[in-house]
């Protein structure tokens, strides 16, 4: 079964910077388009960030700018660096690859948690 591992959360000051990582295993990582994204207490999972197996980046509107997504096909891991964090960004973040419709694809891992906060 995939396994998609998360870690690089934190706590950080409003301003900040975290870089995340998410290793995934028992896929043909380099063949999907991958994303980041994020659940804020209360709230709905949101898509965050995602970049195709061509290495094409897409951001939300509310992390253009100061987020950037990268992945490194050989160590199977997908990146999310956060810059100037702001204390709307708090949530635990999870990684997935995405469908041709743009759907999470696998079992979500137990993601990792970012709380910006002074």
């Known amino acids: 079964q995939v396994q998609l591992v998360e870690s690089g959360g934190g706590l950080v000051q409003p301003g900040g910077s975290l870089r995340l990582s998410c290793i995934a295993s028992k896929m043909r990582f380099s063949l999907y388009d991958m994303a980041w994204y994020r659940q804020a207490p ?3 999972r949101e898509l ?8 094409m980046p897409n951001y939300a509107d509310s992390v253009k700018g100061r987020f950037t997504i990268s ?11 956060m810059n100037t964090l702001k ?13 041709s419709n743009n759907e999470a694809i696998w079992p979500w891992g137990q993601g990792t948690q970012v709380t910006v906060s002074s």
């Open 71 to 81: 992945r490194d096909n050989v160590k199977n891991t997908v990146y999310l660096q």
């Open 87 to 99: 204390p709307e960004d708090t949530a635990i973040y999870y990684c997935n690859s995405l469908s």
């Open 48 to 55: 965050v960030a995602q970049i195709t197996a061509g290495r």
């Open 42 to 44: 209360g709230k709905q």
